[in-house]
């Protein structure tokens, strides 16, 4: 498929935060807190699980990879917010906009099937204790992270393609502060029925099937839970299940808001602050969600920040041997 713009399309224009100077400095510094705290709260609890051995489970190989997930979507987004925030101009090139489509796409699919792994990974080991550990093997793990993984990339690079053979006209302001597929195809002059019924198809499947599979799994898991006599089981499986379901419920509410959103006339400012949080104020409250309410996770952090010193102890005589080696060599 080949581009066939009306005009050459250099960039896009994305939405302007504010013109006000001070509000600038305010929202760049709030942008940037979010993004270093997003960025070092899920790089905590991917090196805690890599660190401590009992965390080499299933959930915690699938929490590592929506860690991972939610890293790459922020630096996908927030950098280049701050940037715009600060150029009189906020533009995006026409290559760097599919290059976001396309990363955004896979990042936001693929953490849709975490999120459903993850789902039944609770499912087996509530409902089927026994052979959870027959059943949640490393293999079927690793396949199942590679394969959501691949169905997203794939899904995203065929939309991607999609816009590619868009016609734009002169209208190139988008109305959102990145480019997002559907505010893209909005701006096309060209016929956009396939788009539209490709993207809607997407994220109807893509979308549906992980969220059936956690709707599934916790009906499964509640009256697994309700048949148990013990008090204490029962808060022990609803407690393992939190953390989860919290994820879940911010992650699909503020996904269902941002296309409700969007579907309302003369909405684009609510469009704009649903996608933030879908976006931004998501991958970091994941890390405060896991990292707060999980008694495991607290207790690898722990062991971890204990490690710091006595890293930066080592890291702090590797230095000074590599800066002293050069003057002995001389001699």
């Known amino acids: 498929m080949q581009p066939r713009n009306q005009i050459n399309v250099s960039e896009f224009l994305l939405m302007r935060l504010t013109e006000d100077p001070e509000l600038k400095t305010i929202f ?38 929506l860690s991972f997930t939610d890293i790459s979507l922020s630096t996908t987004m927030i950098p280049k917010i701050l940037v715009n925030i600060q150029a009189q101009n906020p533009s995006i090139t026409y290559t760097g906009c599919l290059t976001q489509i396309c990363c955004v796409l896979i990042l936001v699919c693929w953490e849709s099937f975490l999120l459903g792994a993850m789902a039944y990974d609770r499912y087996v080991a509530i409902c089927h204790p026994l052979r959870y550990t027959i059943i949640m093997n490393p293999h079927l793990c690793v396949m199942m992270v590679l394969l959501s993984l691949f169905i997203s990339a794939a899904n995203a690079l065929l939309h991607t393609l999609m816009v590619l053979r868009l016609s734009f006209c002169k209208d190139l302001e988008i109305s959102l502060f990145f480019c997002e597929v559907v505010e893209v195809i909005k701006l096309a002059c060209s016929d956009t029925f396939i788009n539209n019924i490709l993207l809607y198809f997407a994220i109807s499947v893509l979308g549906g099937i992980p969220l059936s599979g956690i709707i599934f799994s916790y009906t499964q898991i509640v009256s697994s839970v309700l048949r148990k006599s013990s ?30 959103c969007s579907a309302i006339p003369d909405s684009s400012r609510k469009t704009s602050v649903a ?20 008694r495991d996770m607290k207790g690898a952090l722990r062991k971890l920040m204990g490690r710091v010193p006595s890293l930066l102890r080592l890291c702090h005589f590797l230095a000074l041997q590599c800066m002293t080696k050069p003057f002995h060599s001389l001699r």
């Not at 996608?275 to 999980?294: A, D, G, H």
């Open 28 to 65: 760049f510094n709030l942008f940037l807190a979010m993004y270093l705290v997003t960025v070092m709260g899920n790089l905590l609890i991917v090196l805690a699980v890599i660190s401590d051995s009992h965390l080499h489970t299933p959930m915690y190989f699938f929490l590592s990879n």
């Open 275 to 294: 996608s933030l949080m879908y976006t931004v104020i998501t991958p970091m409250m994941n890390s405060f969600i896991y990292s707060l309410r999980n």
């Open 231 to 260: 008090v204490g089981g029962k808060y022990k499986a609803f407690s393992t299940c939190g953390s989860h379901l919290s994820v879940v419920s911010l992650f699909y509410g503020t996904g269902f808001g941002v296309y409700i």
